[in-house]
């Protein structure tokens, strides 16, 4: 099988993971993703850019649902489902593929063999093995790039045959279900990438793990912050520098391109083999909808976001540039002190409980979470916005300028060093010249 680089390749969930998660067991079982119940998300998540004309994510989603009749009869090493609307379709080893005592699965390209060379698409993918208690089901997720030569990804140890027999096969029927979002990748800014019920059903899955990913990246900028203001005599100088030039000067450093900085925060966001990366590049896409938002709210235009949700503002957008609110040693100051929003300790805490209608519960704690992922997004953004330009424009001039206040020292001491050397051979020569003539008067004498 093309594709297949290990044993179990994929990004896929682990068994132990998906056992102690029983709130999101409900939650993937729920006839509320199934029926596709409207979408009461904050601003933003179910948007897609107004200039963009392509396909949304909604309409490059698509979920099948396979029902394998007497399994127990099946004797085939392989069998393939019929393709589904989005091009695909699942293969599986009843014996497994390459491997004894498992059961292997597959998402494949439909007529992968006509493929022209220089097909190559993004997919993040979700293989279920459903079972008769939906707590029990099996999921597995997957972000892959699909093209000719891997046409096919998935498990080769998706689950071992001793545990399909324990609530999979009802009735000698085995129902296995895709769920395929393609990815419309940008690398010029984040993008939207997931269907709305597909990402809500991740959200439950990965919410930690995106929180993990901003909070390492805002830590690591807010440290390197931290230091520089910590050390005093540094800080003094870069103080006395800021201070010392003109307003334009400081406007004209305060603000960058947004293109130029969001190509870089693709660039360092979006990795195309972790699972977690369309969650975040949502997010994010998120948080800078939410960022223009407030600041056409500044501008006393329709107010889009509660402002009480959102912390006060460090980076606005100016038609095409992101431009620092306030002076940069007040936000430098102000960004290395500010933590992130912290997580809703009762929301998480909830998902764990029993209580409360399911669909109601489900749909509070997950419009809760995706408020919280747009306000990450938005201070993840802001605060990527300030470390670059403050690294990129502000120090590399503050840089400069201490480079060439140094020079001028030297050369100052240089000059200093040359003078005193002159007076001293000009007392030198005074001294010698008052010798040599009281010399010159003992001989005449």
């Not at 489902?81 to 292997?104: E, K, M, R, T, W």
């Not at 993840?380 to 424009?393: D, G, Q, Y």
Request: charged share 30%; net charge neutral.
């Amino acid at each position: 099988m093309a594709g297949i680089s290990s044993e179990q390749c994929g990004v896929g969930r682990s068994t132990d993971v998906i056992s102690t998660g029983q709130a999101l067991a409900e939650w993937r079982s729920s006839e509320q993703v199934g029926n596709g119940t409207p979408s009461t998300s904050p601003p933003y998540w179910d948007s897609d850019d107004s200039g963009d004309t392509g396909a949304k994510p909604s309409e490059l989603y698509g979920s099948y649902t396979w029902k394998i009749e007497k399994f127990s009869q099946i004797n085939k090493r392989e069998l393939r489902s019929n393709a589904f609307d989005v091009g695909g379709y699942i293969l599986i080893y009843p014996q497994g593929c390459d491997v004894c005592n498992h059961l292997s699965l597959f998402l494949c390209v439909a007529n992968h063999d006509k493929l022209l060379p220089g097909f190559n698409h993004l997919a993040q993918f979700t293989i279920t093995l459903v079972n008769n208690d939906p707590k029990k089901s099996k999921y597995s997720d997957t972000l892959h790039r699909f093209w000719k030569k891997e046409h096919d990804w998935g498990w080769k140890k998706f689950m071992e045959l001793s545990k399909v027999l324990d609530g999979f096969i009802d009735a000698d029927t085995l129902i296995i279900k895709a769920q395929v979002q393609v990815i419309r990748e940008r690398a010029d800014r984040p993008f939207h990438c997931l269907d709305f019920q597909y990402r809500r059903e991740l959200v439950c899955v990965y919410l930690t793990n995106v929180e993990q990913i901003c909070q390492r990246f805002v830590e690591e900028r807010r440290g390197k912050l931290g230091k520089f203001i910590e050390d005093k005599a540094r800080w003094s100088s870069f103080c006395d520098f800021w201070l010392g030039i003109d307003q334009n000067a400081r406007r004209r450093m305060s603000r960058e391109k947004l293109d130029s900085i969001l190509k870089v925060v693709v660039k360092h966001f979006f990795i195309v083999k972790d699972v977690t990366s369309t969650l975040v590049m949502d997010s994010l896409y998120s948080g800078l909808k939410a960022l223009e938002g407030q600041t056409k709210t500044r501008k006393g235009r329709a107010k889009l976001l509660d402002a009480e949700e959102m912390s006060a503002p460090i980076v606005c957008v100016e038609e095409d540039m992101f431009v620092l609110v306030d002076d940069v040693l007040l936000l430098l100051e102000r960004a290395a002190l500010e933590p992130l929003p912290p997580k809703d300790e009762k929301g998480s805490q909830n998902r764990t409980m029993d209580g409360g209608p399911r669909e109601d519960f489900n749909k509070d704690s997950i419009e809760r979470d995706e408020r919280h992922l747009t306000e990450l997004g938005r201070r993840t953004v802001e605060i990527f916005v300030l470390a670059h330009i403050f690294s990129n424009k502000i120090e590399v001039s503050y840089q400069e300028a201490v480079a060439l206040k140094r020079q001028e020292e030297l050369i100052r001491e240089e000059e200093e060093k040359k003078g005193k050397k002159s007076e001293q051979k000009a007392k030198r020569g005074a001294i010698k010249k008052g010798k040599k003539a009281k010399k010159n008067q003992v001989c005449i004498t």
